[in-house]
């Protein structure tokens, strides 16, 4: 049997809900414990409580932490594999930052539920056992990092929550998950072609992220880019195209020496340099607006986040953002 090593990090997987109040609120005792014996059908577990946290309260310096704990954990006990829970609404963020650090053959899943411990047909028992599965799996090996919910699996860069509380809430749009859980198997039909790597020791720089929106004022964009930052990602409307009133100041920000990529604000699909009117994406490429590759918003962050600590000039910087994958 393949041992795996498992890290808890918090989220409603770990929660219970007050039958009174309706509330949903982290437990004192971890209820994944329960199904270790469980899991233990499929792997030899060693079972960590790193963080006890609701996935909004999570930071990119938590990720790094995460990272290094692993690395610390994989060099005291060599494991085949990696199982973290984690809070729903920010785990494809965790997932995608420990994608861009992870460097090994070995797989890491990441895991959550929608429902709590003790609401009725809780998904957390579920998700937990088969992302053992999964990480036991030698098919997953040279994966990266993966998202299991559901009897899906899902690369870290291309999932993302789609619903606030559908149990099959996490997609990939557009290409859909990389594997299948079965009552027999973990099945892998296709493998990400390409996987960035960013081997980070400290994030220390500031990336923005901003969304365009219809009538998007000059100094309301002004107010956001008032600040120290060192990065942008703006989130632009359809295939890469902003309101003629941020013209101005993107050119500024450019200027300062500041690199802007962009991501579309659209659920599927990438930017491209199709429109030349004013505002349109030709333009803006012209003006020297990275474009990028089809992630969302917070991973294109992420990303600019890691690709800027390990200090990318800009024409990587370009490259690295605008090679699809
Ligand atoms: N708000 C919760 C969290 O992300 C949701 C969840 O875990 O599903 O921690």
Same mark, same amino acid.
């Given at each position: ?40 059908? %499929? ?52 997932? =995608? ?77 557009? =290409? ?100 030349? =009117? ?36 800009? =024409?990587?910087?370009?490259?690295? %953002?605008?090679?699809?994958?």
């Amino acid at each position: 049997m393949n041992n795996i090593l498992v890290i808890h990090t918090g989220g409603t997987i770990s929660m219970k809900e007050n039958k009174t109040t309706g509330d949903v609120s982290p437990d004192t005792k971890n209820p994944l414990h329960e199904w270790e014996e469980i899991a233990a059908e %499929f792997a030899n577990i060693s079972v960590h409580s790193f963080l006890h946290l609701p996935s909004p309260h999570i930071t990119p310096a938590h990720m790094m932490d995460l990272f290094r704990f692993i690395e610390q954990c994989m060099a005291d006990k060599p494991a085949d594999g990696v199982v973290i829970s984690h809070g729903t609404d920010t785990l494809e963020e965790t997932a =995608y930052m420990l994608d861009l650090l992870h460097h090994d053959e070995y797989p890491i899943v990441i895991t959550g539920a929608m429902r709590s411990s003790n609401e009725i047909s809780p998904d957390g028992p579920h998700n937990f056992v088969s992302s053992i599965r999964t990480a036991a799996s030698d098919n997953a090996r040279g994966m990266g990092v993966l998202v299991v919910m559901n009897d899906e699996i899902h690369t870290a860069e291309h999932v993302t929550k789609t619903h606030s509380s559908n149990i099959a809430t996490f997609q990939s749009p557009p =290409y859909g998950p990389v594997g299948l859980i079965t009552k027999r198997g973990i099945l892998f039909p296709r493998k990400p072609v390409k996987r960035d790597h960013f081997p980070v020791s400290k994030l220390s720089k500031k990336v923005l992220l901003i969304k365009c929106y219809a009538g998007m004022e000059e100094d309301s964009f002004r107010h956001f880019i008032s600040q120290r930052f060192d990065g942008l990602v703006l989130e632009a409307l359809g295939q890469g195209n902003v309101p003629p009133a941020l013209l101005m100041p993107l050119k500024e920000v450019l200027d300062r020496g500041i690199p802007i990529v962009l991501v579309s604000r659209s659920f599927s699909g990438i930017v491209q340099d199709t429109y030349s =009117y004013e505002g349109g994406g030709r333009r803006l490429k012209e003006m020297g607006i990275i474009f990028s590759n089809g992630l969302t918003g917070p991973k294109a962050r992420l990303k600019l986040l890691a690709a800027l600590s390990v200090n990318l000039d800009k =024409y990587k910087l370009q490259h690295t %953002f605008e090679q699809l994958q």
